[in-house]
């Protein structure tokens, strides 16, 4: 699992500022966890992440550009 | 704009954020600005469609990371301190209308996973001390947008009522090497006449120190301080344990009633919090279908709440309510 304290908008393992230790449970193929989260920039600086579900029944939108995918493997 | 100004008298920081006097105060439907943005439209804060739930950051923050410089000085007694953290919008769907309560256990499912990954990634950042996942539900609460949404702060302190269970959770647990909650929960099973609703994972309970009449606390069996740390099977029974209260709730006074939802998680400031159980709280402020309970002078003026309820009797009556049992939510 990655654990980059210098991406602000990557998950890690918290916290961060001290020693405690509490890795996340493992997404499971299928389950809540399974997702991807497509970060963008605004205008003014302030990122939004969509949260999408293999199996989500949501319209299906090309991705714009300068886009970033994060996949559970990355969690 | 924004900053932190310490209380010398309470020892607690305050907020202020003149800015959010200007914030989208009850849009018309058309203008919501959580609805994705419609070809043509105007430009919201969804710019697409295609998602499960999306989380922004709050164009009118509290809280933000490189904040301003305070407007003000301060003085060794009274500091003031730039307003740092995140607030961040966590919106549950794309379709305006409903709440939370109408969302399928799926959803809801989902949710919990996203709450976990905002608490993954903003409890890492360095200046993040708590992450406090909540939502607001109803005009009566002070809700200034209807589409469902919830909000997520990250603070980079421990807020007073945070840090109150902290350190008494850290006490108990050296007093006596258990965890507060996990004694609670085993005390409260014992007698019964508080609990609302039980999964295998998780029990609801009006708690035997209620403050407001029809308060819950959603409390997972297993001793765990934050959502990530939940199985599987463990987010889908909060799910299933949240969804029930909230059709409880609706049941309560046959109509949609509005409550704060506070989750609470352990610290990320590194400090000494084994002790610490990670837990959700409900407050309605229905006190009846038709009356409010205010916080009034002894609570607002001297931090002593008064309960016109006893929570045996508004446990049996949520207990009543369908769904009598969360196996029964089926969707």
Redesign the interface.
């Known amino acids: 699992m990655a654990?980059r304290?210098d991406d602000?908008?990557?998950?890690?393992?918290?916290?961060?500022?001290?020693?405690?230790t509490?890795a996340?449970?493992a997404p499971?193929p299928g389950?809540?966890?399974d997702?991807t989260?497509e970060v963008?920039r605004r205008a003014d600086g302030?990122?939004?992440?969509?949260?999408?579900?293999p199996t989500?029944d949501?319209?299906?939108?090309p991705a714009?550009r300068r886009t970033r995918r994060t996949r559970p493997a990355d969690? | 704009m924004s900053e932190r100004r310490w209380n010398p008298i309470l020892g607690e920081w305050v907020i202020t954020a003149t800015h959010r006097q200007d914030r989208t105060f009850l849009p018309p439907r058309d203008f919501c600005p959580l609805c994705p943005t419609k070809p043509g439209g105007a430009p919201t804060?969804?710019?697409?469609?295609?998602?499960?739930?999306?989380?922004?950051?709050n164009?009118f923050p509290s809280l933000r990371?490189d904040p301003p410089a305070p407007a003000v000085a301060g003085t060794e007694l009274m500091p003031v301190a730039p307003a740092d953290g995140a607030c961040e919008v966590v919106v549950y769907t794309?379709v305006h209308d409903g709440t939370l309560t109408d969302q399928p256990l799926?959803r809801v499912?989902?949710l919990?996973?996203?709450w976990?990954?905002r608490?993954?990634?903003l409890?890492?950042?360095?200046e993040v001390?708590a992450?406090f996942c909540f939502e607001n539900k109803g005009e009566v609460i002070g809700v200034t947008l209807h589409h469902p949404h919830g909000q997520i702060y990250g603070y980079s302190w421990l807020p007073s009522v945070l840090e109150r269970e902290a350190d008494t959770a850290r006490a108990h647990n050296h007093r006596t090497g258990g965890c507060v909650w996990c004694d609670l929960l085993g005390e409260e099973i014992a007698d019964g006449r508080r609990i609302v609703a039980t999964t295998e994972d998780w029990v609801a309970v009006v708690p035997f120190f209620a403050r407001w009449p029809y308060e819950v606390h959603l409390i997972p069996r297993r001793h765990v301080?934050?959502l990530?740390?939940?199985?599987?099977a463990e987010?889908?029974g909060m799910a299933r344990i949240l969804r029930t209260q909230l059709l409880k709730y609706d049941a309560l006074f046959d109509g949609s009633l509005p409550y704060i939802m506070a989750v609470h998680q352990r610290?990320?400031?590194?400090?000494d919090?084994?002790g610490y159980h990670l837990h959700v709280e409900f407050y309605p402020p229905n006190r009846t279908a038709t009356k409010l309970k205010f916080l009034a002078g002894s609570e607002t003026g001297a931090g002593a709440f008064i309960n016109d309820t006893y929570a045996e009797e508004t446990a049996a009556r949520l207990r009543e309510l369908a769904p009598h049992d969360p196996s029964d939510v089926i969707s």
């Open positions: 654990h304290k602000r908008d990557q998950p890690a393992t918290p916290p961060a500022r001290g020693g405690e509490a996340p449970a499971t389950g809540p966890r997702f989260a963008e302030r990122y939004i992440l969509y949260y999408a579900w989500a949501a319209v299906s939108v714009p969690r | 804060e969804i710019a697409r469609a295609g998602f499960d739930i999306a989380v922004f950051e164009r990371r794309p799926e499912e989902r919990i996973a996203v976990a990954h608490t993954l990634v409890g890492a950042r360095p001390a992450v301080g934050w990530h740390e939940l199985t599987d987010i889908a610290p990320t400031d590194g400090g919090h084994d």
